[in-house]
C-alpha cells in the first residue's frame, strides 16, 4: 500500500508539474532543447550573432556567482539576454534603411538581355539588380552568382570563354539556354522597408548570409537598396559618434 501511494503521489506531482508548466508558464514539459540550425555554409561554426552571444558556459558561471536558483531554462535565459541586447543594440543605433540605402538604383526587367544585365553589373561595380515590372515593383533579384550558377566549367581558364558564350544572344526563335534576366533571377527575395531599423535588419540578414537587400515601399515597389557596405558604414559612423561624445 505504501508503495502505490508514492507512486501516486509522484504520478500526480509529474501531472500537475506538466500542467502548470504547458498551459499556465507556456513551457513544455518534459523539456527538450532546440535543435542547432545547420551552418549556411555547411561548416562546424555557429552562425555570426550566436558566435558573439551569450553562451551557456557564461549562465553557467553567472549562477554560480549568483549562488541562488533561477526557476528559468537556460534556453530561456539566452533568449531574453538576446532579446535585450537587440532591444539595447537598435536603441543605441537608431538608425532606419531610410538613413542608409542607396536611392539611385539600377534595375532590370525580366525581359533584359542578359549581356545587358551583366554590363550594368561591371560598369556600377556590383552585385545585384533588382529585377522590376513595368510598375517598378520588385519581382526578383539577380546577382552575379546567379550568372555563374550557369556555368558548366567554372575554372579560370574556362570561365572567360563559357561567360561569353553565355551572354550572347542565340540567333533563332528557340534557344537551349537561358536568354533573359527573368530565366536567371532569384524570385524568393527578402526585402525591407524604409522604416526597418537597421538593427533589426543586421539581425535578421547576418546568419542569412545577404549581402543585397531591396528595400521596397507598401506596393512593393523598389524605392532602394541596403548593401553590407552601407550597414558597415552605419555602425562605423555610429561608434566613432559614441568615442566622440561618450554621452551619445
Excluded at 508503495?3 to 498551459?23: D, E, H, P, Y
Aim: proline share 4%.
Amino acid at each position: 500500500m505504501l508503495a502505490g501511494q508514492v507512486v501516486l503521489n509522484i504520478g500526480i506531482a509529474l501531472g500537475s508539474t506538466m500542467l502548470i508548466s504547458n498551459f499556465i508558464l507556456r513551457r513544455p514539459y518534459p523539456y527538450h532543447a532546440q535543435a542547432t540550425a545547420p551552418s549556411l555554409h555547411r561548416t562546424q561554426d555557429e552562425a555570426p550573432l550566436r558566435r558573439i552571444g551569450l553562451a551557456h558556459e557564461d549562465l553557467a558561471s553567472a549562477v554560480a556567482t549568483l549562488d541562488t536558483f533561477v526557476d528559468v531554462q537556460e534556453d530561456e535565459l539566452v533568449e531574453i539576454y538576446s532579446l535585450a541586447v537587440d532591444h539595447a543594440f537598435g536603441r543605441h543605433v537608431g538608425l532606419t534603411c531610410a538613413d542608409i540605402m542607396s536611392r539611385d538604383v539600377m534595375t532590370v526587367h525580366f525581359d533584359t538581355d542578359l549581356e545587358k544585365a551583366w554590363n550594368l553589373l561591371r560598369l556600377h561595380k556590383i552585385k545585384s539588380l533588382p529585377v522590376v515590372d513595368a510598375f517598378g515593383n520588385l519581382i526578383g533579384i539577380t546577382t552575379v552568382a546567379d550568372f555563374l550558377r550557369q556555368m558548366d566549367d567554372t575554372s579560370a581558364a574556362g570561365l572567360a570563354v563559357r561567360l561569353q558564350g553565355f551572354l550572347r544572344r542565340t540567333p533563332g526563335l528557340t534557344s537551349e539556354k537561358a536568354e533573359v534576366v527573368g530565366q536567371i533571377m532569384t524570385s524568393d527575395v527578402f526585402t525591407a522597408t524604409p522604416q526597418t531599423s537597421v538593427a533589426q535588419l543586421i539581425a535578421r540578414v547576418s546568419d542569412k548570409g545577404l549581402a543585397h537587400i531591396p528595400v521596397v515601399d507598401a506596393g512593393r515597389k523598389v524605392v532602394g537598396i541596403v548593401t553590407q557596405s552601407d550597414m558597415l558604414a552605419a555602425l562605423y559612423k555610429r561608434l566613432a559618434m559614441s568615442e566622440a561624445v561618450p554621452w551619445a
